[in-house]
C-alpha cells in the first residue's frame, strides 16, 4: 500500500484559520475572514518576531495597529502581555477578533473599530510593543511611522511587515528578515539629539 505523505500544519487547519504558536494559547485554533488583503503573518515569522522580543511580554501594552486576523495581538496576550489593542476597520475581520477574543476568554484584549491613522490622532496611550502589518497594496506603513512616535514608550519596539522594505527615516533596524514576499523588521526610534 502506497504511503501517504502527512499534511502540512496549514493544510490540517483550513485556508482561514490560524494557530497560537506560545504561551497560554498555545496550540489554540483560531478562524478568520477572507478580506482582501487580509494574510496573518506566519507561524515561521511570528515564531522569530517572540524570539526577537523574548518569547514573553508579561507586563507590557501592545498595539496591533492593522489587527487583521489577529495572529499578531493574540499570540502576544497569550505570552503575558498586559494589554493589548486591536484596531481594524473591516468588519468581517473586527466579528471575528471580537468572536475569538471571547473563545480564548482574552480579557487583556480590547477591539477597536477604527481607521488606523484616525485613531492614532486620537490616541493618549503609550505602547511598549507595537505590530505594524498594513495591507501590502496601500501605503500606509510609512504614513503611520511618521506618526506613531507619540504613541511609543521609552525603548518600545515596533515590528513591520511589507511587500518591500521602506525607507525609515528616524528609525533603527533592531533586526530584519524575509518570508516569501515578506519583509520583517524589528524597529526602534532613532534617538534625539
Request: net charge positive.
Amino acid at each position: 500500500m502506497p504511503k501517504i505523505a502527512p499534511k502540512t500544519n496549514q493544510a490540517l487547519r483550513g485556508r482561514n484559520q490560524l494557530r497560537i504558536i506560545g504561551g497560554e494559547y498555545r496550540r489554540r485554533i483560531l478562524p478568520f475572514p477572507d478580506g482582501d488583503g487580509l494574510r496573518p503573518t506566519t507561524d515561521r515569522v511570528r515564531e522569530t518576531l517572540f524570539n526577537w522580543l523574548g518569547q514573553e511580554l508579561h507586563g507590557q501594552s501592545c498595539l496591533d495597529l492593522f489587527a487583521g486576523s489577529g495572529a499578531l495581538g493574540f499570540e502576544a496576550a497569550s505570552r503575558g502581555a498586559a494589554r493589548v489593542v486591536m484596531v481594524e476597520l473591516a468588519r468581517p475581520a473586527l466579528q471575528a477578533l471580537r468572536d475569538n477574543s471571547r473563545l480564548l476568554g482574552a480579557t487583556v484584549v480590547e477591539v477597536v473599530q477604527a481607521d488606523a491613522l484616525s485613531w492614532l490622532g486620537r490616541c493618549s496611550e503609550q505602547f511598549d510593543v507595537v505590530f505594524l502589518d498594513p495591507p501590502f497594496a496601500s501605503d500606509l506603513l510609512p504614513r503611520v511611522l511618521a506618526v506613531l512616535a507619540p504613541c511609543l514608550a521609552p525603548g518600545a519596539r515596533v515590528y513591520i511587515e511589507s511587500a518591500q522594505w521602506p525607507e525609515l527615516p528616524g528609525w533603527r533596524v533592531l533586526r530584519q528578515g524575509k518570508a516569501g514576499v515578506a519583509h520583517y523588521g524589528l524597529l526602534e526610534m532613532e534617538p534625539v539629539g
